[in-house]
T-cell receptor, first 118, second 109 residues
Framework: GAVVSQHPSWVICKSGTSVKIECRSLDFQATTMFWYRQFPKQSLMLMATSNEGSKATYEQGVEKDKFLINHASLTLSTLTVTSAHPEDSSFYIC??????????????FGPGTRLTVL | GQSLEQPSEVTAVEGAIVQINCTYQTSGFYGLSWYQQHDGGAPTFLSYNALDGLEETGRFSSFLSRSDSYGYLLLQELQMKDSASYFCAATGGGNKLTFGTGTQLKVEL
């Protein structure tokens, strides 16, 4: 149990286009999901907290108009990278805690989406 | 702000014991977690310490000292499959995780 999926697993796009990444909790409901970005050989940096039924909260330095987050349901959050540029190329990962069945302190991560902007 | 520092790389031989340290400076600290990440993969949860002391889960143990703002992950009976990156992460308000700088563990024969 407690599986999180992401789609797509990788995407290549041209500079200036927008890319949507989906994060789904497959066997539990997630009122909160988190989005991270990870550059090669670096740590995970929290970008934003996705809240079902309300606006996402963004970490300092993350442009909310560039990284649009929509928590459409209790099992789906989407991250849209708008007007992507080569510097946005990174590994994007989502996570969610399974509040009901597991320890709230354990978060379950999706497999990640590797974005390459040409 | 929050920062968690780890050694960048640790090398050990199969069957040995290795300790990965984590020192932190945070506000709103609730506890310290440890995650394992293989190259290109998702982080997977290893352990969580809310209180001072040692938590043991199989070959892995984790320790926390709040007064010293310090924790460590202890891996015993190392196996080749343990070669991965290990991250400590501080849990803050709203269950947000702030990850440490990460430690790449290399297990050699």
């Amino acid at each position: 149990g407690a599986v999180v999926s992401q789609h797509p697993s990788w995407v290549i796009c041209k500079s200036g286009t927008s890319v949507k990444i989906e994060c789904r909790s497959l066997d539990f409901q997630a009122t909160t999901m988190f989005w991270y970005r990870q550059f090669p050989k670096q740590s995970l940096m929290l970008m934003a907290t996705s809240n079902e039924g309300s606006k996402a909260t963004y970490e300092q330095g993350v442009e909310k108009d560039k990284f649009l987050i929509n928590h459409a349901s209790l099992t789906l959050s989407t991250l849209t990278v708008t007007s992507a540029h080569p510097e946005d190329s990174s590994f994007y990962i989502c996570s969610a805690p399974d509040n009901l069945r597991r320890s709230y302190n354990e978060q379950f991560f999706g497999p990640g989406t590797r974005l390459t902007v040409l | 702000g929050q920062s968690l520092e780890q050694p960048s790389e640790v090398t050990a031989v199969e069957g040995a014991i290795v300790q990965i340290n984590c020192t932190y400076q945070t506000s709103g600290f609730y506890g310290l977690s440890w995650y394992q990440q293989h190259d290109g993969g998702a982080p997977t949860f290893l352990s969580y310490n809310a209180l001072d002391g040692l938590e043991e889960t199989g070959r892995f143990s984790s320790f926390l000292s709040r007064s010293d703002s310090y924790g460590y992950l202890l891996l015993q009976e190392l196996q080749m499959k343990d070669s991965a990156s290990y991250f400590c992460a501080a849990t803050g308000g709203g269950n947000k995780l702030t990850f440490g700088t990460g430690t790449q563990l290399k297990v050699e024969l």
